[in-house]
């Protein structure tokens, strides 16, 4: 029954290794990079820190919205969001690990992409397609009153280097986005690309999730009609900041954080996790929830 995570963990992102789920969160008490690890998806267990120490670009204390990158090699990179040290911005930093669960090592004096004239850059997002490799994020306009943007940009093979032409692919143009998007998460499903991101305010209940459909990982991009597909009902107040993931049987399941309804705004117990069937009828995802009650597990 959700939250199968009951504690502060927000912007989860979930990766599959072998038989293991590891999870990853925006910073908190336990770390820069809070970790976690499961077997079925539904029961969590807490590990370390996996980015002991930021790159020497960061400031700590706003290391937000972690993603990891498996490379063909076997080594993963671990892309995350700091506070940049000059210009005062949030930017996008790599690292790389020998171990999905870390720790990872950021040796670059510079960030991978901070747009200083976009009022910098946050919640970047990797993408596999056929052996090329793909990053998505947000400029972080409305933190200066500029329109945000979702990008999608070329990565080179090791996923150290942006390389080839940048592109936006969606902007808050719809009612129910408010003053933004972001947390881009990109899908391929039956030969389709879904991009998959949260609008509004994360701290309210106009929080949500929608998606627009794209002819390829570098655009063009057309939001879906139905659009949100994800919103605030019953004890998830706000839900957001969503990753998708397969599971062993190839079920499609939505991860995504979201507030109590008695703590919304509130540092305890935070944004907790939450975890959903997808289904796509027709081509279109079909989130079934937020489900309140019992359903059937992984």
């Not at 004239?117 to 990797?126: C, H, K, R, T, V």
């Not at 939001?223 to 049987?249: F, M, Q, W, Y």
Request: net charge neutral; with cysteine.
């Amino acid at each position: 029954m959700n939250p199968v995570f009951d504690e502060n963990f927000p912007d989860p992102f979930v990766l599959h290794v072998g038989k293991t789920y590891y999870a990853y969160g925006t910073n908190g008490d336990e770390g820069n990079v809070q970790t976690l690890h499961s077997q079925d998806l539904v029961h969590w267990g807490r590990d370390a820190d996996a980015l002991p120490e930021l790159g020497p670009w960061a400031l700590p204390g706003k290391t937000w919205a972690p993603e990891v990158l498996r490379r063909s090699d076997g080594r993963y990179v671990l892309y995350y969001t700091a506070a940049n040290q000059d210009p005062a911005l949030q930017c996008v930093g790599r690292a790389v690990g020998t171990r999905p669960d870390g720790p990872f090592a950021d040796r670059s004096r510079e960030p991978l992409v901070c747009q200083t004239a976009q009022g910098g850059s946050i919640d970047a997002s990797p993408f596999v397609d056929r052996g090329r490799l793909y990053l998505l994020w947000k400029n972080d306009g409305n933190c200066c009153g500029k329109d945000t943007f979702i990008y999608s940009q070329r990565l080179a093979s090791d996923g150290l280097r942006l390389v080839g032409p940048r592109v936006r692919l969606v902007r808050q143009d719809a009612p129910w986005e408010g003053p933004l998007v972001e947390a881009p998460t990109l899908w391929k499903q039956a030969g389709s690309y879904l991009l998959f991101f949260s609008a509004n305010a994360y701290y309210n209940a106009s929080y949500a999730v929608g998606y627009a459909r794209c002819r390829s990982p570098l655009g063009p991009c057309r939001d879906a009609a139905e659009n949100p597909i994800l919103k605030t009902r019953c004890r998830a107040v706000g839900p957001g900041h969503a990753s998708l993931v397969r599971d062993a049987d190839g079920r499609t399941w939505i991860v995504y954080h979201a507030w109590p309804p008695d703590a919304v705004g509130s540092e305890f117990p935070g944004r907790v996790v939450w975890l959903d069937r997808v289904t796509f009828e027709s081509g279109k995802p079909h989130v079934h929830g937020p489900t309140c009650g019992p359903q059937e597990a992984p």
